[in-house]
């Protein structure tokens, strides 16, 4: 299983940026899917989670900025960022909790990071 993330960048602040990132692999069954974020020196924080059934979770940092959506025939989530401020800067990562088989329980898979930099 893998997962692929892209869309970071560098932005000014104000700006906005959308993240996306695609499970692929041998999966049967995805239920939550996310994003996470980690600033230089501080400890990898969530920002957005969506059930397989769409219903989402924020941290307050992202409340009213962010949304996050997933495609689920595409095995694809997705992290719409408006209004970017500098303390947004930090690299993203993805995140999955899947199944590879029915017999089997669900595990959580990290994409590989995407840098996002808010410039002020």
């Known amino acids: 299983v893998q997962l692929q993330a892209s869309g970071g960048g560098l932005v000014q602040a104000g700006g906005s940026l959308r993240l996306s990132c695609a499970a692929s692999g041998s999966i049967v069954y995805i239920n939550n899917m996310g994003w996470y974020r980690q600033a230089p020196e501080k400890q990898r924080e969530l920002v957005a989670l969506?059930?397989?059934?769409?219903?989402?979770n924020y941290a307050d940092a992202a409340k009213g900025r962010f949304t996050i959506s997933r495609d689920n025939s595409k095995n694809t989530v997705y992290l719409q960022m408006n209004s970017l401020k500098p303390e947004d800067t930090a690299v993203y990562f993805c995140?999955?909790?899947?199944?590879?088989?029915?017999?089997?329980?669900?595990?959580?898979?990290w994409g590989q990071g995407t840098q996002v930099t808010v410039s002020s």
């Open positions: 969506i059930s397989n059934s769409m219903t989402t």
């Open positions: 995140m999955a909790s899947l199944t590879t088989a029915w017999n089997k329980p669900s595990n959580t898979y």
